[in-house]
């Protein structure tokens, strides 16, 4: 498919989409394909598009086999749940948590609120547990160790993120920047003072695997008295930021709060018990071609020198393997890149040889024509030529002779023609001037009776209009005598006339003035 209409698609596969080009780099061309091949399933198609068995194995057996998604609005899919067993049980070996892809959850599947109905029905609970939750809150305010205190009995964590029901649900982008602007706001630091990534969770994750960068991921709970002091003292220490600022260590920072619901599913999917919360996640290939794992973990407090001691060490037992995957994946672009210059130059060299295969057709064509054109009009002017000399023939046997010494009437003619001969003719008084033009136009013909009465026979050609090509004009004084006024020698010239023939010569007749010459 050349054109992909991105407008047909819905939005939970233009998501799809978006997910899955920002890992692959891939065009829409190519990505559109797998995907509906995947049932839309952007992690299935993710996952065959690197272990490069999209052709081999069948996507919708995956997603038959794919568990069912969770009862809640939020949904948590991650590469991680399809892999076989024996990559986990491979990560478990090295010491590596798994590290999951969290999709955001669409905005048709957000939250929305109840029927006028129904809220007029709980309206008393809803009044029941705000006053409660306003009671326990200033208890807790008043004593803050109560609610730690008492969140050792809920559940089997430590502690358990919370999220602000008051907060609006966003996409992804619009979290992230609401965020940045309230740390900003808070902690008193200018943008870009820590290079926050600028998006959701899973684009960071996905940029970090297709760069084979570092994704730090921060998780913070304003509910924690350790928030602040970790914040100010050891995030926003200028040692710390130097080392996430450093273009050699590949870190992506992504941060959020757990009040909003995209960190409260990452929290959730990282298996976070004690806030803050601090994660390096990197893609491991000694665990699977396509597996990304978290390889160094921070919870609760720590100074600034611990984290970065920590988050070194991890990097550097990685940076080989990550080298080595950087190298080849470097030659397979040059690869990539030297194929596609091959094929750019064949493609343009098939142009040129198209190119020259079209003018030389193009020219050929055109001297074809002008051969068939020159051919034709040597055709028309053989063919007028016979015309003109059978006509001559034919004209020059109906030329009267010239009257004899007894005729007391004739017009005496003195002709100078274009060869410089000077002809002198008798003609009959009542002749018409056509008659002296006919006599001047086939005079080599009419000079020798001989010759005129061997031509007896000739025929008129069929379909031929003869013209005549010349004048006849009296110099002194000038008058031209032409055949459109017609009437007879004697009312147009008189008992006698001295006249020159003057050539008409036309554009189309400058080829034919030789021919004429030797005619006349």
């Known amino acids: 498919m050349a054109d992909v209409d991105i407008s047909s698609l819905s939005e939970d596969q233009q998501l799809a989409l978006q997910q899955f080009t920002s890992v ?24 065959r598009f690197f272990d490069g068995d999209a052709d081999t194995v069948d996507p919708a057996a995956e997603v038959a086999r794919a568990p069912p998604p969770p009862v809640d609005s939020r949904r948590s899919e991650t590469l991680m749940d399809n892999f076989p067993s024996r990559h986990s049980s491979r990560a478990a070996r090295r ?37 409660f939750q306003r009671i326990f809150g200033t208890i807790g305010y008043l004593f803050p160790f109560l609610p730690r205190l008492l969140s050792r009995f809920y559940s089997g964590r430590a502690l358990q993120p919370s999220r602000d029901t008051g907060r609006r649900p966003l996409n992804p982008t619009d979290t992230s920047a609401r965020f940045m602007r309230e740390f900003e706001e808070e902690y008193g630091v200018t943008h870009g003072t820590l290079p926050f990534h600028e998006g959701g969770y899973a684009q960071a994750f996905d940029i970090a695997k297709r760069d084979l960068k570092h994704l730090l991921v921060i998780l913070l709970s304003p509910e924690h008295d350790d928030t602040a002091p970790f914040v100010r003292d050891t995030l926003l220490s200028p040692d710390l930021v130097e080392y996430i600022k450093n273009p050699t260590n590949n870190i992506l920072l992504w941060a959020g709060t757990v009040q909003d619901a995209e960190a409260y599913q990452v929290a959730n999917a990282l298996n976070v018990t004690r806030f803050p919360f601090a994660t390096l996640i990197a893609h491991t290939p000694s665990v699977s071609s396509t597996a990304m794992s978290k390889i160094a973990t921070s919870a609760g407090p720590v100074t600034a020198q611990d984290l970065i001691s920590k988050f070194d060490a991890a990097i550097a ?11 080849q994946r470097q030659e397979q672009q040059a690869s990539r890149s030297l194929r596609q210059e091959q094929e ?40 007028l030529a016979r015309k003109l000399a059978q006509w001559r023939r034919w004209r020059a046997q109906s030329v009267p002779g010239e009257p004899g010494a007894d005729v007391a009437d004739a017009v005496r003619m003195s002709i100078r023609l274009p060869s410089g001969e000077r002809v002198i003719r008798k003609f009959r008084a009542e002749a018409d001037l056509e008659e002296l033009y006919a006599f001047v136009e086939c005079y080599d013909l009419v000079k020798e009776d001989a010759a005129v009465e061997e031509e007896k026979e000739t025929v008129e050609p069929e ?10 004009v009296s110099p002194m004084p000038r008058e031209v005598y032409d055949l459109e006024k017609g009437g007879s020698l004697k009312e147009r010239i008189g008992r006698s006339g001295n006249l020159i023939v003057e050539k008409i010569v036309g554009e189309d007749d400058d080829t034919d003035e030789s021919d004429d010459e030797e005619t006349i």
């Open 24 to 47: 692959t780099d891939q065009d829409l061309a190519a990505a559109v394909p797998l995907l509906q091949k995947c049932q839309w399933n952007a992690q299935i198609a993710i996952t």
């Open 95 to 131: 010491g590596l948590e798994p590290a999951p892809r969290v999709v955001p959850t669409p905005e048709s599947q957000m939250t929305q609120s109840m029927p006028f109905p129904f809220n007029i029905l709980l309206l008393p609970f809803n009044i029941t547990y705000t006053i």
């Open 317 to 327: 037992s990685h940076k080989e393997e990550l080298d080595r995957l950087r190298a």
């Open 344 to 383: 750019s130059a064949y493609e343009r060299s098939l142009a040129q040889d198209r190119e020259k295969a079209r003018r030389r057709k193009e020219e050929e064509a055109a001297r074809e024509k002008a051969e068939r054109e020159e051919r034709e009009r040597g055709e028309r002017k053989a063919d």
């Open 463 to 472: 379909g031929y209009e003869h013209v005549y090509k010349y004048q006849l």
